[in-house]
């Protein structure tokens, strides 16, 4: 079965012909309530044409609701 695991990566490189360590990775956000909702927005103006619907339908559902309409 094939494994999706990421490679491991050298811990030590070569530069210069003097071995170095390369520098640490990039910390990680931690999963906050503001990048759960960067990422809605994200996939809001991503999918604009689904979005602008689903607008248009709330809004045709409230002014019905506001006319009296049974």
């Avoid at 012909?17 to 909702?37: E, I, K, N, W, Y």
């Avoid at 809605?40 to 709330?58: E, F, K, N």
Wanted: without cysteine; proline residues 16%.
């Amino acid at each position: 079965m094939m494994s999706f695991d990421p490679i491991p990566q050298a811990r030590v490189v070569r530069h210069a012909g003097q071995l170095v360590v390369p520098p640490p990775p990039p910390r990680q956000d931690p999963d906050t309530a503001p990048s759960f909702l960067r990422l809605a927005l994200l996939y809001a103006v991503g999918l604009w044409p689904l979005t602008a619907v689903v607008l248009l339908l709330i809004g045709l559902v409230v002014v019905t609701s506001h006319l009296g309409a049974p």
